[in-house]
C-alpha cells in the first residue's frame, strides 16, 4: 500500500516557474518507478516524466530542456521542476507510483499558466 500528495501547483505567468512536489508514505520500499502525468480539459492523460529505481530520467519531447525530475530519497519525495512555463503547460499535474502489482495516484494539483 502507497499513498501519495501532490503540491505546489498554482497560478504562474508565461515564462515563470514551479516546483511541483509528490510525498509518498506506506510500503515505499516497493515502488519500481515514479511518474508525473498531466490532463488538460479536453485532453487525453499525458506521461510528463519518468524516473525509475535506479535514477534514470526520461521526458516527453514538449518538455524536454524545461522540466527536470528528481527524488529525494530521505524525504521520501518526488519534485517536478517546471521552467519556461507555456499556456500549453495548463493542466492537472498527477503523481503516479508503480509497484510491481498495483498503480497508485495522488489527488492532482492544478498548474495554470497565463499568457
Known amino acids: 500500500q502507497v499513498q501519495l500528495v501532490e503540491s505546489g501547483g498554482g497560478l504562474v505567468q508565461a515564462g515563470g516557474s514551479l516546483r511541483l512536489s509528490c510525498a509518498a508514505s506506506?510500503?515505499?520500499?516497493?515502488?519500481?518507478?515514479m511518474r508525473w502525468y498531466r490532463q488538460a480539459p479536453g485532453k487525453q492523460r499525458e506521461l510528463v516524466a519518468t524516473i525509475t529505481r535506479s535514477g534514470t530520467t526520461t521526458y516527453v519531447d514538449s518538455v524536454k530542456g524545461r522540466f527536470t525530475i528528481s527524488r529525494d530519497n530521505a524525504k521520501n519525495t518526488m519534485y517536478l521542476q517546471m521552467n519556461s512555463l507555456k499556456p500549453e503547460d495548463t493542466a492537472v499535474y498527477y503523481c503516479n507510483a508503480d509497484t510491481t502489482s498495483t498503480r497508485y495516484w495522488g489527488q492532482g494539483t492544478q498548474v495554470t499558466v497565463s499568457s
Open positions: 506506506g510500503s515505499i520500499f516497493s515502488i519500481n518507478a
